[in-house]
């Protein structure tokens, strides 16, 4: 197993789905976090990051929070 040497387009296309992967997984927590961070003190709109990802659900829908993702990929 230590011998055998992946090739570079495998190497290419395994980065490039891990990165996908990673990018899906995160930006909805990433979208929450920047939400939270972005709240004026006398208006509090979400309590915590879970209650962000659920009004986001049900105000934008499922991809609601996949919004902006274009830009990142």
């Not at 990051?49 to 929070?65: H, N, V």
């Amino acid at each position: 197993m230590a011998d055998k040497q992946i090739s570079l387009p495998a190497k290419l296309i395994n980065g490039g789905i891990a990165g996908l992967i990673g990018v899906t997984c995160v930006f909805p927590i990433d979208l929450a976090k920047t939400r939270l961070q972005n709240q004026q003190n006398g208006c509090r709109l979400y309590t915590s990051m879970s209650d962000c990802l659920i009004k986001t659900i049900r105000s934008e829908g499922y991809f609601g929070m996949y919004r902006g993702i274009e830009e990142l990929l």
